[in-house]
């Protein structure tokens, strides 16, 4: 619901930015990822070309190409099944799919995520387009805050392991760094950075997924 709700915010902050309500909608039924939606209408908001602004979502939505990676052999879907699901294949519906114990857990729990939020997100892009910059700053409402808070709550039972600690506290480092020399969405790719390095090096299981592999 948190993050569904911040939906409000991008449907305004798109409005306002120049975009019509219907390619504004269209923005998050077809595109689907918060962070590269949100960078696409500030490029063109700062009066950047929009090739520009497609170039920068693009960029903020490869780190979806490397969930796949991890859940297409975990989930274990075939065909059309995987085509349907790499629509809804967001950062919280993969967080909730790699620490369920079985693979039909995972899939439920991917389901279940992905789809609310896929509604939510979209319902709530409409009703922030149409009532436009009427709403104001949306941090005034507290969403801002809201999306930090789901994400915090999505990431806090992987660290449960010792290993896992000390790799987000070294991601949240170096994000924090290179957050005013660097534009918005970047420290997100840089922070999953760090997680990849830390995984080639260690190479070890992470005892907070589920052992078995999918059958």
Do not use: K
């Amino acid at each position: 619901m948190a993050t569904g709700a911040y939906g409000v915010s991008f449907g305004a902050v798109s409005v306002a930015a120049g975009l019509s309500v219907t390619q504004t909608c269209a923005l998050s039924l077809v595109m689907f990822t918060g962070a590269s939606q949100f960078a696409l209408v500030g490029v063109l908001a700062a009066g950047g070309a929009p090739l520009s602004g497609a170039l920068t979502a693009l960029l903020l939505g490869t780190r979806n190409t490397l969930y796949g990676l991890r859940l297409a052999p975990l989930l274990a879907w075939r065909g059309g099944r995987r085509l349907l699901a790499a629509h809804v294949l967001i950062d919280e519906s993969t967080a909730m799919s790699v620490t369920r114990p079985n693979t039909a857990a995972a899939r439920v729990g991917f389901l279940t995520t992905g789809i609310s939020i896929f509604v939510l997100w979209n319902l709530a892009t409409l009703i922030g387009a149409v009532a436009g910059t009427t709403l104001g700053d949306p941090r005034h409402l507290g969403l801002d805050a809201a999306v930090g808070a789901a994400f915090l709550a999505l990431l806090w039972p992987r660290l449960t392991d010792l290993r896992n600690r000390l790799v987000a506290l070294a991601a949240a480092a170096v994000a924090l760094g290179i957050v005013p020399v660097s534009p918005a969405g970047v420290p997100v790719l840089a922070a999953a950075g760090v997680a990849i390095l830390a995984g080639v090096l260690t190479r070890g299981v992470d005892p907070t997924e589920f052992p078995e592999a999918p059958r």
